[in-house]
């Protein structure tokens, strides 16, 4: 769809008779053979931000993402959906959709939202292990019943109903030191060796052997 207007026009365009007021078939629109109706799209413009608290993270953390979606209108916007699906990077913990987030599907049904408005949503998600994880979340509208100006609901592009949101993994330097006592011995002798492991920081490290 496009925005604008609809106008569907029909005419007369055959009788076996003659027409005193006008001409079968000529699309002369000052006729009274001749007639349209026009349909006027509503148009909402519908835009969403996306964005993540803390920004920066260690791993088996929790962050929250938070999604607005706002209505700029001018009419207001019916059949709202949002697909905000997490990447392998996290693991949905809860979210304050009273029902209307999917976490398997990752759509939010949001509904209606009326010229003016915004609607938020946060979910809570656990940040996984680095390994091959993905930790941007992307969140697009996915539909709408009105014409959007300046976006396509659905179609993948970084339009304004797109944003996405990324957290940082703080590092986790490990160091480990060595010692012996006693340093000198003789055979037969027993010594005793200590590890000395120190994490730096400045993230949490885990899974360490």
């Known amino acids: 769809l496009t925005g604008g207007s609809y106008t569907n026009i029909a005419e007369v365009i055959a009788s076996d008779q003659y027409d005193p007021d006008s001409t079968p078939n000529n699309q002369n629109p000052t006729e009274d053979d001749q007639d349209d109706a026009t349909v006027v799209l509503d148009v909402a413009d519908l835009s969403l931000r996306k964005t993540v608290s803390p920004t920066s993270v260690s791993i088996n953390d929790n962050v929250t993402f938070t999604i607005s979606v706002t209505n700029s209108g001018p009419n207001n916007a019916t059949g709202i959906t949002v697909s905000d699906h997490l990447p ?122």
């Not at 990752?106 to 979910?123: A, D, F, H, R």
């Not at 979340?137 to 100006?149: G, L």
């Not at 037969?188 to 490290?205: E, K, M, R």
């Open 88 to 209: 392998s990077g996290y693991t949905y913990v809860s979210d304050n959709g009273g029902g209307k987030y999917n976490n398997t599907t990752g759509i939010w049904n949001v509904g209606n939202l009326n010229n003016g408005n915004t609607i938020s949503l946060q979910v809570t998600a656990k940040v996984n292990v680095a390994s091959a994880a993905n930790y941007v979340n992307v969140a697009e509208i996915q539909t709408s019943h009105q014409f959007d100006p300046d976006s396509t609901p659905g179609n993948g592009l970084p339009e304004d109903d797109m944003s996405s949101a990324t957290v940082n993994l703080k590092l986790a330097d490990l160091e480990l030191t060595k010692a012996v006592s006693p340093t000198s011995a003789a055979a037969g002798d027993q010594v005793s060796f200590t590890l000395h492991l120190l994490n730096n920081g400045p993230g949490n490290a885990t899974g360490v052997a």
